[in-house]
């Protein structure tokens, strides 16, 4: 069996689930882009906690680098890259890495295929959320910017979790000296 099973079933989960989403996105993005679907409306007033809508953004995260797609694309690439030729250091030998690194680079393959294929090469966005609490429209994004953001901020969890560990450790080896 691939010692990397897990990784490439993530993987393939958020890219496939991101393109088919994106597809339906696209197929409907005159009724969308014109009267986004109301998904979750939890708060009073005009507008809604979650709503599916259509947009495009040539840049990353809240349209940062818009004036540059290539180096975006470049970017993504080399990433996919650098995980494949770092993955032992990345551990991804271990369960919690095959799913971390697999929601991480199937968010960026994802992104990645709507900046290599489509036409123009803008990455397609759909869910919007609103935060009334901090009366803050988030910026609409997609299952790939999902799978990012899960997997960084896993990763991070991890890291915490790791050097909690590890402290722990020597403080039980010191006081058995």
């Known amino acids: ?8 079933l993530v993987f393939a989960l958020v890219v496939l689930s991101d393109q088919w989403t994106k597809s339906v996105t696209v197929e409907n993005a ?10 979750l409306d939890l708060i009073e007033g005009p507008e809604n906690f979650l709503e599916f809508t259509y947009l495009t953004n040539p840049g990353a995260a809240w349209s940062m680098f818009s ?16 995980v494949f030729f770092f993955r032992k ?8 890495q095959q799913i971390i690194f ?6 960026i393959a994802g992104n990645l295929g709507d900046r290599i294929f489509r036409d123009p090469a803008e990455v397609v966005d759909f ?3 609103y935060l009334p609490v901090l009366d ?3 910026p609409v994004f997609n299952v790939a910017d999902s ?21 722990r450790e020597k403080r039980v080896e010191r006081a058995t000296r």
Do not use: H, Q
Request: glycine share 8%; charged share 20%; aromatic share 14%.
């Open 147 to 167: 799978g990012i953001f899960i997997g960084a901020f896993s990763y991070l969890m991890l890291g915490i979790l790791e050097a909690r560990k590890e402290v």
């Open 127 to 129: 869910i919007d959320v």
């Open 67 to 82: 004036d540059y797609p290539e180096v975006l694309t470049v970017l993504a690439i080399l990433a996919l890259v650098a």
């Open 136 to 138: 803050y429209d988030y």
């Open 1 to 8: 069996m691939n010692r990397y099973i897990r990784y490439w």
């Open 30 to 39: 005159a009724e969308l882009s014109s009267r986004p679907v109301v998904v």
């Open 89 to 96: 250091a990345l551990e991804l030998n271990k369960c919690p």
């Open 102 to 107: 697999g929601f991480i680079t199937g968010g």
